[in-house]
């Protein structure tokens, strides 16, 4: 059932009241209506203005870097021996990942709405560490809330915040992780809406955010649209992105929904397996609709409607939902979404410093692994464009770890095998 | 007339406001919580209000968030809630019964099964916080359908048009939130609160109930002068945490009730 002007269209959605079918909504407690009822309005007189897309626009060339480079990984394809692989190198952007696209576009509605504080939620560290940047750019209080866990698995990216002068608050309750985060952030925010933006990192959450996340994050699509049908003359045969709450794959995928011919496939992180009920992220592929955070979409919850804690290696998709354009497009078919695993990402994260000498963030190493599984099967003249959508600096800790390469106090060259 | 509104208009009869005491279902187990709830109405409580645990409670400061986790670790559920309210309306055939909570619980056990189990046991009413006005179809119209109230919090930030439509969209009262926050979270102040009623009342007909940041006896008695009546939730949960013998947490909810009922005598 695509969305809701267009009739064979994909691409008009949310609804007047947020939804994607039967997804999305504003499921947030009445203190914060009023004030995600002012965002939107705000949100769509900022589209409106060409002044404020041309101060985007200054931003993205000037500070963040782009447009990102579409990048053909020769070697990679080499190897894997079947389609061609381009990656879409949104690891280059200032701050290291896609989150700054985003970041940034929330900071200047922020401005807009007079807001001088901003809180934040953030898993990897990106987000926080994008959110710390343009707050220091701009002049703003920055609160970034981060669970406990992930301030000890990302500590490199809690030590960039503090350096950007944001205030890291870890979050205990629960496992310590993204959703817990989430829910502090938003506690917060409950608590000063008078002076606080909420500036949330993905593509979930209370209408408009999964919207104007979206048409930020589109950057990369529009652009990876325009480098394929320069460097091939035509547009590619598959889309790969990795999925968390899925910012930088809706990023990717939204201009293109409306191509039929392409084939896109979101990346969930399967961590140990499926089948073990708290040892993946998978909302899709191992979850169910529900409503958490402010939207309706799919959920990791047991038979009583209690969210489970997820696991995945990779802190940026440690999270039990996904947005709800993505939960809207799984059940419509036009977009697949799979799961990879711990171990398949890591051996992907090693491949892609190997054969192309770039050290990926291991949410992209995700799709990297899934790339791998496909590529070999198709012919030379398929193209896969990929999302590579972080750069892996801060992941060298935990890959180490995981690949049993003793740091101790000294940095030591990333594993070999 | 429903459980709410008798018992509202029996208060305002004697000129008294009604005290509504908050505990989680299942906190710290489920014997310990319904031995509570059943000695409620002797305490002096006039509505209960019965919260549903959830993992994941945005709106809730860290006494109620830490309820709702041992209650969820004893193996609370939506079903052991609902046969704790019927359990309870076996003794008890008058005192209102409210369930307090967060949607996804009851958006996987089935809304319309939900609502019409929940009527069966003898609920009066729903304050669901993350439903506003907007979702209505999702749970308010089932509920209201089946003859349970949609009860809605109304914080310091609604006002003006937004004030009108949510007051109109209530049932049973209003349930005004006296800080901006989570539960438990700064005190109230009486002085502030009093016009906010104001306000209230001229958009609707329903009793208005202060609640967040009443911590004791003394707060609800003031809250108590100028509202329909007065809410305490993390100061008792906070008590029973304490783990003490049931008696105890009672006599605690009993002092607070007494406070409350002093107000206007």
Redesign the interface.
């Known amino acids: 059932m695509p969305a809701e002007t267009g009739i064979n269209s994909y691409v008009n959605g949310p609804d007047e009241?947020g939804r994607f079918g039967g997804f999305g909504?504003?499921?947030?407690?009445?203190?914060l209506?009023?004030?995600t009822?002012d965002l939107e309005a705000e949100y769509r007189r900022a589209k409106a203005d060409p002044a404020f897309w041309a101060e985007m626009d200054d931003l993205w060339t000037h500070y963040v870097g782009r447009p990102s480079p579409l990048y053909f990984a020769e070697r990679l394809t080499e190897r894997l021996g079947g389609a061609t692989i381009y990656f879409k190198r949104d690891e280059l952007n200032h701050t290291g990942a896609h989150k700054i696209n985003n970041v940034l576009g929330q900071v200047l509605i922020a401005r807009r709405m007079g807001k001088t504080r901003i809180v934040a939620e953030t898993g990897a560290g990106q987000h926080g560490v994008a959110t710390a940047t343009a707050c220091a750019k701009f002049g703003l209080k920055c609160v970034v809330y981060m669970g406990a866990h992930d301030v000890e698995r990302q500590a490199p990216n809690v030590f960039r915040m503090k350096l950007l002068g944001a205030e890291v608050v870890p979050v205990t309750?629960?496992r310590g992780t993204l959703?817990d985060a989430m829910?502090e952030a938003?506690?917060d925010w409950?608590?000063?809406?008078?002076d606080t933006y909420f500036l949330l990192g993905t593509a979930a959450g209370a209408h408009p955010y999964p919207q104007m996340v979206r048409d930020f994050q589109s950057i990369i699509g529009k652009e990876a649209r325009a480098q394929m049908l320069e460097a091939e003359g035509r547009l590619p045969d598959t889309l790969v992105a990795a999925i968390g709450g899925g910012s930088n794959a809706i990023g990717l995928f939204h201009p293109f929904l409306d191509d039929a011919k392409v084939a896109i496939v979101g990346v969930e992180a399967g961590g140990r397996g499926l089948d073990n009920k708290t040892g993946h992220c998978a909302s899709i592929s191992g979850g169910r609709?529900?409503?958490?955070?402010?939207n309706k979409t799919y959920?990791l919850?047991d038979?009583?409607?209690?969210?489970l804690e997820g696991f995945s290696i990779s802190a940026g998709l440690d999270y039990p939902g996904i947005g709800p354009e993505h939960a809207w497009l799984h059940e419509t078919g036009r977009v697949d979404y799979v799961a990879i695993t711990d171990k398949e990402a890591l051996a992907a994260f090693q491949l892609c410093c190997e054969t192309e000498g770039i050290i990926p963030a291991l949410e992209p190493a995700h799709a990297l692994a899934y790339v791998m599984k496909i590529a070999p099967r198709l012919p030379a003249d398929h193209i896969i464009c990929m999302n590579l959508c972080g750069r892996g600096d801060k992941d060298i800790f935990t890959a180490a770890r995981a690949l049993g390469v003793d740091m101790g106090g000294m940095p030591q060259p990333a594993a070999s095998q | 007339m429903g459980r709410i509104s008798e018992t509202f208009e029996r208060l305002r009869s004697k000129n008294k406001a009604a005290f509504i005491a908050y505990i989680m279902a299942g906190d710290p187990d489920r014997t310990t919580s319904q031995a509570i709830f059943d000695g409620l109405p002797a305490a002096g409580v006039d509505i209960i209000e019965l919260g549903l645990p959830f993992t994941d409670p945005v709106a809730d400061g860290e006494a109620v968030q830490m309820a709702g986790l041992r209650a969820l670790k004893s193996g609370q559920t939506v079903r052991a809630t609902l046969d704790m309210v019927a359990d309870f309306r076996a003794r008890d055939t008058t005192t209102p019964v409210l369930l307090m909570g967060y949607f996804n619980p009851l958006f996987s056990y089935g809304v319309e099964r939900f609502v019409a189990d929940a009527a069966t046991a003898g609920v009066d009413g729903l304050i669901i916080v993350d439903v506003p006005p907007e979702e209505d179809d999702d749970l308010c119209r089932p509920a209201r359908a089946a003859g349970i109230d949609f009860i809605r919090l109304v914080p310091p930030t609604t006002d003006g048009v937004r004030l009108a439509r949510v007051a109109r969209d209530s049932g049973g009262f209003i349930y005004y939130v006296s800080v901006t926050g989570t539960t438990g979270a700064a005190a109230a102040v009486p002085e502030e609160v009093a016009p906010r009623i104001e306000e209230i009342r001229k958009v609707t007909g329903l009793p208005v109930v202060v609640g967040f940041g009443i911590r004791t006896a003394a707060a609800a008695a003031k809250m108590a002068a100028v509202a329909d009546g007065v809410a305490v939730g993390s100061a008792i949960v906070s008590k029973i945490a304490e783990n003490g013998p049931v008696e105890q947490a009672l006599e605690y909810i009993g002092e607070l009730s007494a406070g409350a009922h002093s107000a206007r005598a």
């Open positions: 009241n909504g504003r499921y947030v407690p009445e203190a209506m009023p004030l009822l309750s629960g959703k829910n938003m506690r409950v608590s000063n809406v008078h609709p529900g409503v958490l955070h402010g959920l919850q038979d009583d409607g209690q969210i």
